[in-house]
């Protein structure tokens, strides 16, 4: 009962962190410069602050201080893993400076990805690594240590920059990261993995802190100070939760990462894809990401969340459930799922074809 009191303290204290920290956050973005004006390209209609990541980072640390003062099984394993812990969290304030230097004085595409490059090769020598594949029906999968380093890389990039590219409405990404978080924060403590459910659920608090403040009609974008740092504290720990032997426990079967972290990386690939077959420089902004098109059909900032958090609950349950199964309900789970994922995706094309001239006049995100 205690190790479950811990949680929902550093769950309760992340939140109340990130929460009365973020007006700070706002005063500074003013005296910094860093403001996001209004212009053809953006939704919002009025200079919006946007040094979220300020606040949610400091929201995440606060409450680990406070397992030095516990003497409980919870407390006991986060010290034991110190060293991963820091190395983790100087991944994320290298991340977050390059954040703050972006929104304030802007850095091109080859910049941050050669700096995002350098932080995950950093954090993989720390021990964020992609070290096996579980497969159905057989041992799991052991990368070679060149191809875990570069398949790491990949996966680490590839989710920062996706939870960063999916921040273009009001308060999307961090209800989206609260609920991917809080998934794996459960598959976590159900596999008594304790560390990894102390991360998940301090991430999970910091963005439910921070969301008020988001919610639209926003008072604060998080800007990539946020996205970018959000992002990455995310990516390491899907690492250690969904691709490695960590604590001894076998990693999950191959279709949980990809279901969990689903929308943002379908919604990243499809537009990087429609942009090399349209010829469309891939690092240029467009209104293709799928929270434009929701907003091309009609819906309001509010309902187009809401829409997209239905579907993080969604994958993550089902992330959740794949966990709890035997190789062969996985994969006919998985498989399922596969199929109906493709099936909505036909349908949401159809849909979207008789509106295209109207969709085209949305203005793009944030």
């Not at 703050?100 to 910049?111: E, F, H, P, S």
Request: charged content about 10%; some cysteine.
């Amino acid at each position: 009962m205690s190790s479950y009191k811990t949680y929902l303290m550093m769950l309760l204290l992340s939140a109340v962190g990130s929460y009365l920290l973020t007006p700070l956050a706002i005063r500074l973005a003013y005296a910094w410069g860093a403001v996001d004006l209004p212009s053809a390209r953006k939704i919002h209609t009025q200079p919006m602050p946007r040094l979220g990541g300020i606040a949610v980072f400091f929201g995440f640390c606060l409450p680990w201080a406070g397992l030095y003062l516990l003497h409980n099984p919870v407390s006991k394993v986060f010290q034991n893993y110190e060293i991963l812990f820091f190395s983790l969290l100087l991944g994320a304030t290298l991340m977050l400076c390059l954040g703050i230097y972006d929104d304030i004085w802007g850095a091109n595409a080859v910049q941050k990805f050669l700096f995002q490059i350098a932080i995950a090769c950093l954090l993989w020598s720390f021990g964020f690594r992609i070290s096996q594949f579980s497969i159905p029906f057989g041992p799991p999968l052991v990368l070679h240590p060149i191809l875990s380093l570069g398949v790491t890389v990949l996966w680490i990039v590839g989710v920062t920059n996706a939870i960063n590219l999916l921040d273009g409405i009001d308060g999307l990404v961090s209800g989206v990261t609260a609920v991917i978080a809080l998934s794996l924060a459960m598959i976590n403590i159900f596999s008594n993995q304790i560390l990894l459910g102390l991360l998940t659920l301090a991430l999970t608090g910091a963005c439910l802190g921070f969301l008020p403040y988001n919610y639209s009609p926003a008072r604060i974008f998080l800007g990539d100070s946020g996205s970018l740092t959000i992002g990455l504290v995310l990516a390491c720990i899907g690492v250690l939760s969904l691709f490695n032997d960590y604590g001894g426990g076998a990693s999950p079967f191959i279709s949980v990462p990809l279901i969990l972290f689903g929308l943002p990386l379908f919604d990243t690939a499809r537009v990087m894809v429609t942009r090399m077959l349209t010829g469309v420089p891939i690092f240029q902004a467009d209104k293709n990401h799928v929270h434009h098109q929701l907003l091309g059909l009609g819906l309001t900032q509010k309902q187009a969340a809401w829409t997209l958090y239905g579907v993080a609950v969604l994958t993550g349950s089902i992330s959740v459930l794949l966990t709890t199964l035997e190789s062969g309900g996985q994969l006919l789970l998985s498989v399922l799922f596969a199929i109906l994922s493709i099936v909505t995706y036909f349908i949401w094309k159809f849909s979207l074809r008789p509106r295209t001239s109207e969709a085209a006049k949305v203005p793009p995100g944030s």
